[in-house]
């Protein structure tokens, strides 16, 4: 089974920036949409970014022009750069793989995926 080890949470300023990263501990690239999403208090959680084999991405309205998703295949790496931080960020972030053979990974629905990192803490103070 594929592990997901996140890293790279903090607390920094609003309009500060952090980059997440995930650790895969096999290749997924090739038939895995991966994702991030993020939970904060009281909330459920949300999608935040997606990116599929060919790396096509797509991004929660809430975090366009502001978080970038990436992958590094030769290192099993997913990356979130997160730049503009607000307030509203605050969250703990998760990294997730969906096991996928359509190459369409615009999802957002956190159920359907299947592999799930353990969360890293984003703290963003006004």
């Known amino acids: 089974q594929v592990q997901l080890v996140e890293s790279g949470g903090g607390s920094v300023q609003a309009g500060g920036s952090l980059r997440l990263s995930c650790a895969a501990s096999e290749y997924t690239s090739s038939s895995y949409c991966m994702g991030w999403f993020r939970q904060a208090p009281g909330k459920e959680r949300e999608g935040v970014a997606t990116i599929n084999s060919g790396g096509s991405t797509s991004y929660a309205d809430s975090v366009k022009g502001r978080f970038t998703i990436s992958k590094a295949n030769a290192e099993n790496t997913l990356y979130l750069q997160m730049d503009s931080l607000k307030p509203e960020d605050t969250a703990v972030y998760y990294c997730?793989?969906?096991?996928?053979?359509?190459?369409?990974?615009?999802?957002?629905?956190?159920?359907?995926?299947?592999?799930w990192g353990q969360g890293t803490q984003v703290t963003v103070s006004s």
């Open positions: 997730a793989a969906m096991r996928n053979s359509d190459g369409y990974c615009a999802r957002f629905r956190s159920s359907e995926y299947q592999l």
